[in-house]
């Protein structure tokens, strides 16, 4: 008590001295510090200091009443503006927007575990990484490649520099024979860009190559080309298959079959199959007989082929391409793509591309790669020139989304394409249904429809018979939709690189475009918007390139919300006949088949059995391995998060009902009636 009496007295007297008194007692600031007495003196300094320790613990006690006033804050910003009042909006399009910093977002670092748990209690999905899953561990920081194992593996630094300096005007310098300069000229390529002017040449001499530049640079024909080039000069005699293409997509691998047909278009002899799951696959079969000289594949149905297609072989492959190689060399693909390179021959050319190129060189060593050259034309994990990123921030409204989105929608002309990432497949059928009954024309892209779906939405959009295509990340890779327009990020992806691949399916060749993100409170969402400006701050070309934010008018945007909640049960109704619609063609194709196994027997059962090189349970078994992995490479920081939150789960699964506590009382309550035994001695 003695203490705090003291300090209170000391304060108040600091409080007087910087006052003056003049004039009888009327107290006036001094204009000058000078004229302040200095109180403090050395002792009054380490009488401090104790004190100055224990406030971190003050701070601590009082969390929930700060919490408290902070949300109190927070809402009265809502109310009162969506954004920091400092920003400048200009008008363009309806909306406001500012050169955009970031948002202040109140207890980003200290209280992120306490959030995700707050979360869990109110029943969100929180499917976002955590902050220190976003930035990186230490750990992950540690384990970049060093200059000595860079040096070692790669080529010397010189040939990529001596290829990305030299400047080409034309293709013609880049010694390409006629019927490639006719097929690329056929196809609109006037110039090569930077990538395709590094690549080429190197790529001709038949050296290794790993590549790195921004979507929408022309990274498909700068692999093509050469590879054409040097089938110009293919015995004619023998039939063989040369070229491997591997995508990770059946979109993909679809276009870049279309882009290779269209540069090799006046090249005698040249043949191309395609081999991707969802197409026939005798057709395929037949195709793959003719042993064409380049193969463009998926890696599930290529080793679907290579183990049961019996005249396919890759004996005589000499050049081996992955088209997003990062995508490849994830988890997901590791399995196949092991498969696949140990059936191919090791003396072959082996190029790698990508957009976001940062594969660590213990996940390339596998490729079997003889010192490959590295090409990165642009700065890492950077969005093209000519992008302008809009973000709006969303706060705790995701109810809002959907109206949020009609609301921004509504201002785009009917001839303009609009590509709309959302996180699950269901979220991207529903979200179809309520847009179109709002009177928009809209399709949709995911993993739920056939291929035959998917091929139909893919045209009707580049037809613009439908201008709005709603898909999940099956489209975000590598697809090269002519001017797309808009992107917007319904669902926010779980990385920045991800977001990278998202937004470059607008502002690709040189033209401009822009990117709408929906931005919730998660430290996922907010890694993101820091990158993506700190990215354009670093980017030379800041002028063209810009991130801003996008204010929405919300008091329109409720009104929308009425307006779908009134047609909820229509959505309902939609959902449920499309449902029986399913079971009932599912239920008719069971029947068709019964009927062909009667009918074919003999010749079903004389068929030799597919075979696949890993059963449905060393799938189970290799996806538990994966885990526990993932379990191990876990920071203790992380670790610790985790186990919390099991923790968290845990008691609410045993959370007693109110059920439960009545029982609890009537137990209690019988045993206070019957009568204690007494204890024997």
Same mark, same amino acid.
């Given at each position: 008590?003695?203490?705090? #009496?003291?300090?209170?007295?000391? &304060?108040?007297?600091?409080?007087?001295?910087?006052?003056?008194?003049?004039?009888?007692?009327?107290?006036?600031?001094?204009?000058?510090?000078?004229?302040?007495?200095?109180?403090?003196?050395?002792?009054?300094? +380490?009488?401090?200091?104790?004190?100055?320790?224990?406030?971190?613990?003050?701070?601590?006690?009082?969390?929930?009443?700060?919490?408290?006033?902070?949300?109190?804050?927070?809402?009265?910003?809502? +109310?009162?503006?969506?954004?920091?009042?400092?920003?400048?909006?200009?008008?363009? %399009?309806?909306?406001?927007?500012?050169?955009?910093?970031?948002? %202040?977002?109140?207890?980003?670092?200290?209280?992120?575990?306490?959030?995700?748990?707050?979360?869990?209690?109110?029943? !969100?999905?929180?499917?976002? =990484?955590?902050?220190?899953?976003?930035?990186?561990?230490?750990?992950?920081?540690?384990?970049?490649?060093?200059?000595?194992?860079?040096?070692?593996?790669?080529?010397? !630094?010189?040939?990529?520099?001596?290829?990305?300096?030299?400047?080409?005007?034309?293709?013609?310098?880049?010694?390409?024979?006629?019927?490639?300069?006719?097929?690329?000229?056929?196809?609109?390529?006037?110039?090569?860009?930077?990538?395709?002017?590094?690549?080429?040449?190197?790529?001709?001499?038949?050296?290794?190559?790993?590549?790195?530049?921004?979507? $929408?640079?022309?990274?498909?024909?700068?692999?093509?080309? =050469?590879?054409?080039?040097?089938?110009?000069?293919?015995?004619?005699?023998?039939?063989?298959?040369?070229?491997?293409?591997?995508?990770?997509?059946?979109?993909?691998?679809?276009?870049?079959?279309?882009?290779?047909?269209?540069?090799?278009?006046?090249?005698?002899?040249?043949?191309?199959?395609?081999?991707?799951?969802?197409?026939?696959?005798?057709?395929?079969?037949?195709?793959?007989?003719?042993?064409?000289?380049?193969?463009?594949?998926?890696?599930?149905?290529?080793?679907?082929?290579?183990?049961?297609?019996?005249?396919?072989?890759?004996?005589?492959?000499?050049?081996?391409?992955?088209?997003?190689?990062?995508?490849?060399?994830?988890?997901?693909?590791?399995?196949?793509? /092991?498969?696949?390179?140990?059936?191919?021959?090791?003396?072959?050319?082996?190029?790698?591309?990508?957009?976001?190129?940062?594969?660590?060189?213990?996940?390339?060593?596998?490729?079997?790669?003889?010192?490959?050259?590295?090409?990165?034309?642009? =700065?890492?994990?950077?969005?093209?020139?000519?992008?302008?990123?809009? #973000?709006?921030?969303?706060?705790?409204?995701? *109810?809002?989304?959907?109206?949020?989105?009609?609301?921004?929608?509504?201002?785009?002309?009917?001839?303009?394409?609009?590509?709309?990432?959302?996180?699950?497949?269901?979220?991207?059928?529903?979200?179809?249904?309520?847009?179109?009954?709002?009177?928009?024309?809209?399709?949709?892209?995911?993993?739920?429809? /056939?291929?035959?779906?998917?091929?139909?939405?893919?045209?009707?959009?580049?037809?613009?018979?439908?201008?709005?295509?709603?898909?999940?990340?099956?489209?975000?890779?590598?697809?090269?939709?002519?001017?797309?327009?808009?992107?917007?990020?319904?669902?926010?992806?779980?990385?920045?690189?991800?977001?990278? *691949?998202?937004? $470059?399916?607008?502002?690709?060749?040189?033209?401009?475009?822009?990117?709408?993100? #929906?931005?919730?409170?998660?430290?996922?969402?907010?890694?993101?918007?820091?990158?993506?400006?700190?990215?354009?701050?670093?980017? =030379?070309?800041? &002028?063209?390139?810009?991130?801003?934010?996008?204010?929405?008018?919300?008091?329109?945007?409720?009104?929308?919300?009425?307006?779908? !909640?009134?047609?909820?049960?229509?959505?309902?109704?939609?959902?449920?006949?499309?449902?029986?619609?399913?079971?009932?063609?599912?239920?008719?194709?069971?029947?068709?088949?019964?009927?062909?196994?009667?009918?074919?027997?003999?010749?079903?059962?004389?068929?030799?059995?597919?075979?696949?090189?890993?059963?449905?349970?060393?799938?189970?078994?290799?996806?538990?391995?994966?885990? !526990?992995?993932?379990?191990?490479?876990?920071?203790?920081?992380?670790?610790?998060?985790?186990?919390?939150?099991?923790?968290?789960?845990?008691?609410?699964?045993?959370?007693?009902?109110?059920?439960?506590?009545?029982?609890?009382?009537?137990?209690?309550?019988?045993?206070?009636?019957?009568?204690?035994?007494?204890?024997?001695?």
């Amino acid at each position: 008590m003695l203490v705090k #009496f003291y300090h209170c007295i000391r &304060k108040s007297l600091l409080e007087m001295a910087k006052f003056k008194l003049i004039n009888g007692d009327v107290p006036t600031i001094s204009d000058s510090d000078s004229d302040i007495p200095d109180l403090d003196s050395e002792d009054e300094v +380490k009488t401090e200091e104790p004190v100055q320790k224990k406030a971190p613990n003050k701070t601590k006690k009082k969390g929930k009443k700060a919490k408290k006033q902070a949300s109190m804050d927070s809402d009265e910003d809502e +109310k009162a503006i969506d954004f920091n009042p400092a920003f400048n909006f200009d008008l363009d %399009d309806g909306e406001s927007k500012t050169a955009f910093e970031g948002w %202040d977002f109140k207890g980003d670092e200290k209280d992120e575990l306490k959030k995700d748990d707050e979360s869990m209690d109110d029943g !969100e999905d929180n499917t976002t =990484p955590t902050g220190a899953e976003a930035e990186g561990s230490d750990e992950e920081e540690n384990d970049e490649d060093s200059p000595e194992e860079m040096a070692k593996f790669y080529a010397p !630094e010189t040939e990529a520099e001596d290829a990305k300096k030299l400047v080409h005007k034309t293709f013609q310098s880049l010694d390409l024979s006629r019927p490639v300069l006719k097929g690329l000229a056929a196809l609109g390529y006037q110039k090569p860009s930077p990538i395709q002017g590094a690549t080429i040449p190197i790529a001709l001499l038949g050296k290794d190559i790993i590549a790195g530049a921004v979507t $929408g640079s022309g990274k498909t024909a700068a692999y093509l080309t =050469p590879v054409i080039e040097r089938l110009l000069f293919k015995p004619s005699k023998v039939a063989a298959t040369r070229v491997v293409v591997l995508a990770p997509t059946r979109e993909l691998a679809i276009q870049v079959s279309d882009v290779g047909k269209k540069i090799g278009k006046f090249v005698n002899g040249l043949s191309f199959g395609l081999a991707v799951g969802g197409l026939n696959l005798r057709q395929q079969e037949q195709e793959l007989r003719q042993r064409p000289d380049i193969v463009i594949a998926t890696p599930g149905r290529f080793i679907d082929h290579l183990r049961n297609s019996a005249s396919f072989s890759v004996d005589t492959v000499e050049i081996l391409i992955v088209d997003e190689a990062d995508r490849m060399l994830e988890e997901g693909f590791q399995k196949e793509l /092991t498969e696949i390179l140990e059936l191919l021959p090791t003396k072959r050319q082996t190029m790698l591309f990508s957009a976001t190129m940062n594969s660590k060189i213990k996940d390339l060593v596998q490729l079997g790669m003889k010192k490959p050259v590295r090409i990165m034309i642009d =700065p890492p994990k950077q969005a093209a020139t000519g992008l302008v990123q809009e #973000f709006v921030r969303i706060r705790k409204r995701d *109810h809002l989304k959907p109206s949020v989105l009609f609301n921004i929608l509504k201002k785009f002309s009917k001839d303009q394409r609009i590509v709309i990432f959302v996180a699950r497949k269901e979220q991207a059928h529903k979200l179809r249904i309520i847009l179109g009954l709002l009177g928009l024309k809209v399709s949709e892209l995911h993993g739920s429809l /056939t291929q035959e779906q998917r091929i139909t939405s893919i045209n009707n959009f580049k037809n613009l018979t439908v201008p709005i295509l709603i898909c999940t990340d099956l489209a975000s890779r590598g697809l090269d939709i002519p001017k797309i327009e808009v992107v917007i990020n319904f669902d926010m992806p779980k990385s920045y690189e991800i977001y990278l *691949h998202r937004v $470059g399916r607008t502002a690709r060749g040189g033209r401009e475009g822009k990117s709408i993100s #929906f931005v919730g409170e998660g430290s996922g969402d907010r890694a993101i918007v820091k990158e993506a400006i700190k990215s354009t701050e670093n980017n =030379p070309n800041n &002028k063209v390139s810009k991130t801003v934010g996008r204010e929405v008018n919300w008091p329109e945007v409720e009104e929308i919300n009425k307006l779908i !909640e009134a047609k909820g049960d229509v959505v309902e109704e939609i959902l449920e006949e499309e449902k029986a619609e399913k079971e009932m063609l599912q239920a008719e194709m069971e029947l068709r088949k019964g009927e062909n196994i009667l009918k074919y027997k003999n010749e079903i059962q004389s068929r030799p059995k597919r075979t696949w090189f890993e059963t449905e349970k060393e799938k189970k078994m290799s996806s538990k391995d994966q885990k !526990e992995q993932k379990q191990k490479k876990l920071t203790s920081k992380k670790r610790k998060q985790q186990e919390a939150r099991e923790d968290m789960q845990d008691k609410r699964v045993y959370r007693k009902t109110k059920a439960d506590r009545a029982a609890d009382q009537d137990r209690f309550f019988k045993k206070q009636k019957t009568p204690k035994k007494l204890k024997k001695f």
